[in-house]
T-cell receptor, first 113, second 113 residues
């Protein structure tokens, strides 16, 4: 069966520090991968998605970047965190058609101080 | 642009009450529509979907009909249970190929016995 791992579960970082959040999927090949952010009162905001290795689509211009160095690995990064980067970050995978369900990880709670 | 607007919660109901959570969307073309649910302590998961106008999605007693004329996808259930307490997200997938899901802000449902 397929599983998705996100880490760390929680993270507290100072303003200006770098960020690296990792997401890996097991049990499937060539999934679509997604990064979402959930901020208080704002629902889920799509940040990046990827349909293959090295292919990244950015939905919102911001202080973050994403990379997909391997088929089942998706990394969210920042060179210098801002206070506004605080939030709950969710990784998701999808296989099959475009209307197939997304399967979400447990998320990372990031607090920038 | 593409967006989803759903009624703000929390929605508080007694067991066996009728539930409606309103959702309207703005999109170009013919998007696919979904409802995702997040039960307490669990990850987001797909509840139901409709991929074209007049389609009705259904699952676990929940239903939603894709109404193109009113650009709506309201979630309904005839008789809610305590176990239905969760956060419900109305979601849109744009009609262009290769694009990802746009989430509403979520509506919290609390059902008491």
């Amino acid at each position: 069966s397929q599983t998705i791992h996100q880490w760390p579960a929680t993270l507290v970082q100072p303003v200006g520090s770098p960020l690296s959040l990792e997401c890996t999927v097991e049990g499937t090949s060539n999934p679509n991968l997604y990064w979402y952010r959930q901020a208080a009162g704002r629902g889920l905001q799509l940040l990046f998605y990827s349909v293959g290795i090295g292919q990244i689509s950015s939905e919102v211009p911001q202080n973050l970047s994403a990379s997909r160095p391997q088929d089942r690995q998706f990394i969210l990064s920042s060179k210098k965190l801002l206070l506004s980067d605080s939030g709950f970050y969710l990784c998701a995978w999808q296989i099959g058609t475009e209307n197939s369900p997304l399967h979400f990880g447990n998320g990372t709670r990031l607090t920038v101080t | 642009g593409n967006s989803v607007t759903q009624m703000e919660g929390p929605v508080t109901l007694s067991e066996e009450a009728f539930l409606t959570i309103n959702c309207t969307y703005t999109a170009t073309g013919y998007p696919s529509l979904f409802w995702y649910v997040q039960y307490p302590g669990e990850g987001l998961q797909l509840l139901l979907k409709a991929t074209k106008a007049d389609d009705k999605g259904s699952n676990k007693g929940f239903e939603a009909t894709y109404r193109k004329e009113t650009t709506s996808f309201h979630l309904e259930k005839g008789s809610v249970q305590v176990s239905d307490s969760a956060v419900y997200f109305c979601v849109l997938r744009r009609s262009q190929a290769g694009t990802a899901l746009i989430f509403g802000k979520g509506t919290t449902l609390s059902v008491s016995s």
